[in-house]
């Protein structure tokens, strides 16, 4: 977690270097708003529970509620942009979401609907839209593990696997928001099928979801006081338990896979992973560096890194800031809504 003034260096590429940046973080169990300086620490932290068993207008009162909590602060008549984040699917190309732990939004404005919030609360400001793998890749690149890295592969790994790209210290997010969704690549051409249609998919070997799923299907049972998830058989792993090592094995094996391909294509360095799974740490980083071995073999791969996320669960605000101000770098008039 970072919030501290971090000091300004020559190497870092495109940040959120000027101005106030609002930054609104919107997930299946919050949604989070802050003011994000150019040092990325953060003020007029706010949040509320995203709402349950509502309507697509239920949900955005939250968001609503998140930026008027914001326009209370002193510093609101100084905000010069603002950053969506959301979790996906995206549309950066309409401004909408539909993200799979929000029901009530399917094909949901956010963007239009968030910049007239803005605008109510008189800041006519551009307002930019990204997913949260984008939008956690920015944060990572501004001021975590992939700081000063000029190309990175950051991704996610948790009940999904997402991801982002940052390509000549540009944030590369494609055109509706959707490039670096590195779980949706197949690792197994011939593997299961994925719930996205296809087959043999990162997320479904590597997520926490499939982790869980297949330590169970292999007669792994939670003991003691671990649970049936990822975190219980990242538990079991570190006791030795051999269908737990096997399953980490398998999704870093997986990871590794699909790491090593994208930084063949396009020349990464450096790979950062975060989310809930990432945090068993070693358990999960021995096998996808052990792996690697075997799938990053061309010379200009070989030295490829792979290391955790420092930024936690700031990543997701101060990421849509870094996402806003990377995106928006360049453009002469705001974006539409
Ligand atoms: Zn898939």
């Not at 590195?182 to 043999?200: K, L, N």
């Amino acid at each position: 977690m970072t919030t501290s003034p971090t000091a300004p260096s020559a190497h870092r590429g495109p940040g959120p270097a000027d101005g106030l940046s609002v930054a609104i973080d919107i997930g299946g169990t919050k949604i989070a708003g802050a003011l994000v300086h150019p040092d990325g620490s953060m003020t007029a932290t706010t949040r509320r529970p995203t709402p349950r068993g509502t309507d697509a207008e239920g949900v955005m009162a939250a968001v609503a509620e998140v930026v008027a909590d914001l326009a209370r602060s002193p510093l609101w008549p100084s905000v010069v942009r603002c950053g969506v984040g959301s979790a996906g699917p995206v549309d950066t190309s309409r401004g909408t979401v539909s993200p799979v732990n929000i029901a009530a939004w399917r094909g949901f404005p956010v963007l239009a609907r968030v910049s007239a919030e803005l605008a109510a609360h008189g800041a006519r400001i551009p307002a930019v839209l990204a997913g949260d793998g984008v939008a956690m890749t920015a944060a990572e690149h501004w001021l975590g593990a992939a700081r000063g890295h000029a190309d990175a592969l950051c991704m996610v790994v948790s009940t999904g696997v997402g991801g982002g790209l940052v390509l000549n210290n540009r944030l590369h997010p494609g055109p509706t928001g959707n490039a670096g969704h590195i779980g949706h690549i197949s690792v197994a051409f011939d593997g299961e099928p994925c719930v996205c249609g296809g087959r043999g998919c990162v997320e479904s070997i590597a997520s926490g979801t499939a982790i869980a799923r297949w330590a169970r299907s292999q007669g792994w049972t939670p003991a003691g006081d671990q649970d049936a998830t990822a975190a219980g058989v990242a538990a079991a792993a570190r006791a030795g338990e051999p269908v737990a090592v096997a399953a980490f094995d398998r999704a870093g094996r997986a990871l590794a896979a699909a790491i090593a391909a994208t930084a063949t294509l396009v020349e990464t360095g450096i790979a950062v992973i975060g989310g809930g799974v990432a945090a068993s740490g070693d358990t999960l980083f021995e096998p996808v560096r052990r792996h690697l071995a075997s799938y990053a073999t061309l010379s200009f791969v070989r030295d490829l890194r792979v290391v955790p996320a420092s930024l936690g669960t700031d990543a997701g605000l101060i990421g849509a800031a870094a996402a806003a101000t990377m995106l928006l770098n360049g453009r002469t008039a705001p974006p539409t809504a």
